[in-house]
């Protein structure tokens, strides 16, 4: 297994990744989903199948036709209308206008969403993230060296960027927790990072003065393989069985989670020992 | 002879008492733990403090007498577990486990808090003169002499001055005291009073008892606008919590099986590390009273998948140590001694990632904190701790010298 000689590969393919990733962000953004967004929800139950057609006619009216319209359940007769803030006015003669087409109906008190809550978790995780990260970098430094918790922070910036672009490309809904999705693979990734450095640390003790260094980054990972695979296969296992069988709702946690362990083990292995080689290498170049 | 086999009987016994231990005390965990909204069904708010004016501040001390007037409020709804707590600088949640069922609880909830109204005094040229916010008290009282109820105001100093300034100039006028601008009553002043007074003249004491109540919840400091509501209908949370419970099992299955293939006799020992850790980190967070939501269903799911990490570090270890022709006591210590450098290192960073955004996030991030964190320290306990004790036990027996208890016997020379 030679990492090393193929390093500038994997930089590219990440490169160009996150730059798809960043391009999709910016032309098209986010599906944001309902904790991002500021406007009302009606869930009704029409007690019959409908088509989302004779829910937008209804809608027209009232100058709302745009609204975001969905079933939901599994009963087929249950529908959820996404609108900007509606008055408790405006929701009752919506109520009315249903009821006329749908006798039978019943309904949910509609609710009231406002970013504010989420926008200042998002707000309060990037500031945590920035300041874990310096305390990651000052315990890495002290216990490796600085060039290990460099190597460790960008490759972690790597695997949350790589996450962010794919959910940006495949329009997956941002909840807030979208938000712990993101600090758990932090979480996970700086740990996986770790383990492989651990091993290139020692076996730098154990190593003659004369060996190649490239050598050794390889057969610190090769060492690390099955241990990495290991982990992250018992932890696709979970949370894998999370995105199968765990319902709607947990699925884009689920996702998200399934793609950062994927990211995270992927980093671990092909980005973050290549990105100390090279630090290393031109420092030796330097003294040389 | 007769030692080994007490090893033997005592790693059994270990593991039976263990598995009576948790299949006995399982209802009663379970049981205990909170569950969140999103699962319990129930109703969710959130509060926004908004300056206006004859207002007080908002600060520390406006917010918590607000969440203590809003408290009092839901109280009269008489939900079970009511969560009333602030969420940053300015706002204020109020959750309401498994309520919002019945027609018209949820329009209830919304008058209760929407009309969170701001309790002013104002003269009769209905400027505010004073606000309800320096109101300490209103209690209803009957005067048996009168045949005719009345309401006794208790004001803080500052209200007192005020009050006994404007009714000293205005004996023989009266005074609005107006909720969110609606006049809820109209008293005449008789006399000059200052921090102590009364509203007299109320035919009956259920009114009196009306006013009191309007006089002491509407004292809010501040004027709250609600940002945020949204209900849970109690089926769709209970369908959520089964998949995710359905979804945990295969979940936690998969990774039993998987570490039983892949490490075969000590796969089975951390497997029965992971069931404690399972159990473990569940009874500690019962026990902290954190609530369990969806999302917590999942991170406690994927850290069973984390949890194993260590004992993959330490069984990697050790065979290698078996492959370069250790025996197994020996690479057994070996492998954990090299091990535990690593599982050190690894999990310390990662809490200090956890210890961070505890210390600097609020609600869920810290909530999530605390369940990385705990994850990370009952894993080393299980992981490395309880495992090592295991497998001292098991190669104290002495039942096998070879290597296939791990799944290397093959590779081995």
């Known amino acids: ?37 500021s406007g009302t929800i009606i869930e009704l139950n029409l007690q019959e199948s409908f088509t989302t057609g004779e829910v937008r006619d209804v809608l027209k009216p009232f100058g709302l036709e745009s609204a975001s319209i969905r079933s939901f359940g599994t009963s087929g007769t249950e529908v959820e209308i996404r609108t900007e803030i509606l008055t408790d006015q405006q929701l009752t003669e919506i109520r009315e206008a249903f009821r006329a087409k749908w006798p039978n109906l019943t309904s949910q008190v509609p609710a009231q969403v406002d970013p504010i809550f989420s926008l200042g978790l998002v ?61 758990t693979i932090v979480g996970y990734s700086i740990n996986d990072t770790i383990v492989i450095f651990d091993r290139i640390r020692e076996n730098q003790q154990l190593a003659k003065r004369r060996t190649d260094l490239g050598e050794l980054v390889n057969q610190s990972v090769a060492q690390s393989i099955s241990r990495t695979i290991n982990t992250s296969v018992t932890t696709l296992l979970a949370i894998g069985a999370v995105l199968l069988f765990g319902g709607v709702t947990l699925r884009p946690l689920a996702t998200a989670l399934v793609v950062g362990v994927i990211v995270g083990t992927y980093s671990s292995i092909f980005i973050a020992s290549s990105l100390w080689y090279d630090w290393k290498l031109r420092e030796q170049a330097r003294h040389a | 002879m007769g030692r080994r086999y007490d090893y033997l009987v005592a790693l059994l016994a270990i593991v039976a008492a263990l598995g009576g231990f948790i299949y006995f005390t399982w209802q009663p965990l379970t049981e205990n733990i ?30 918590n007498r607000a969440v203590a007037i809003i408290s009092n409020r ?15 600088s300015n706002r204020i949640r109020v959750a309401l486990p498994k309520y919002g069922e019945k027609e018209g609880d949820q329009e209830k909830v919304m008058a209760l808090l929407g009309q969170t109204a701001l309790l002013e005094f104002r003269d009769m040229e209905g ?75 109320i035919p009956t004491l259920e009114e009196a008892r009306n006013l009191a109540v309007m006089l002491r919840s509407g004292a809010l400091p501040v004027a709250l606008e609600i940002r945020d509501f949204r209900a849970v209908g109690p089926s769709l949370g209970t369908v959520s919590l089964q998949k995710s419970v359905y979804a945990g099992v295969i979940g936690i299955a998969l990774v039993l099986l998987y570490m039983l293939i892949t490490y075969r006799l000590f796969g089975l020992l951390a497997d029965i590390a992971l069931i404690l850790y ?100 009952v894993s080393m306990f299980t992981a490395v701790v309880f495992t090592r004790w295991l497998i001292n036990l098991l190669v104290a027996a002495n039942l096998t010298k070879s290597k296939a208890v791990l799944g290397v016997g093959e590779v081995a020379k």
């Open chain 2, 127 to 201: 400027n505010v003169f004073l606000s309800g916010s320096n109101l300490r008290d209103a209690r209803e009282q009957w005067d048996p002499n009168r045949g005719e109820a009345y309401v006794e105001i208790k004001l803080d100093n500052e209200g007192g001055r005020k009050m006994e300034e404007y009714t000293t100039a205005n004996i023989g006028g009266f005074l609005f005291i107006t909720l969110d601008g609606v006049t809820i009553s109209q008293p005449g002043i008789k006399d000059a009073v200052g921090a102590e007074g009364v509203i007299t003249g």
């Open chain 1, 1 to 37: 297994m030679n990492i090393i000689a193929k390093r500038k590969r994997f930089y590219g393919l990440s490169l160009v990744l996150i730059a798809i990733g960043l391009i999709a962000l910016a032309v098209r953004g986010f599906n944001l989903g309902i904790d991002f967004k």
């Open chain 1, 123 to 183: 707000r309060q995780a990037l500031m945590a993230l920035a300041l874990a990260s310096v305390g990651m970098i000052i315990y890495i430094s002290w216990r490796f060296e600085f060039k290990f918790a460099i190597a460790a922070i960008v490759a972690l910036l790597h695997d949350v960027l790589l996450v962010v672009g794919i959910f940006a490309v495949f329009q997956i809904e941002v909840n807030s927790e979208f938000i712990a999705a993101i600090l």
């Open chain 2, 278 to 377: 399972t159990y473990l980190t569940l009874w500690l967070l019962s026990l902290i009273g954190a609530a369990l939501t969806l999302p917590g269903i999942a991170g406690l799911i994927l850290g069973v998948g984390m949890a194993v990490d260590a004992n993959v570090i330490i069984f990697e270890r050790i065979k290698d140590e078996l492959k370069q022709g250790r025996s197994l006591r020996g690479a057994v210590q070996a492998g954990f001694r090299r091990a535990m450098l690593t599982v050190l290192d690894s999990n310390v960073t990662t809490l200090i990632a956890g210890g961070v955004l505890y210390y600097f996030g609020t609600g869920p991030i810290r909530g999530f904190a605390v369940t990385l964190s705990l994850g990370i320290v």
């Open chain 2, 34 to 63: 909170i569950l969140g909204l999103d699962i319990s069904g129930g109703i969710s708010v959130l509060l926004e403090a908004v300056e206006s004016e004859g207002s007080s501040k908002i600060d520390d001390d406006a917010m």
């Open chain 2, 74 to 88: 839901v109280n009269s709804l008489g939900v079970a577990e009511p969560q009333i707590y602030r969420e940053g």
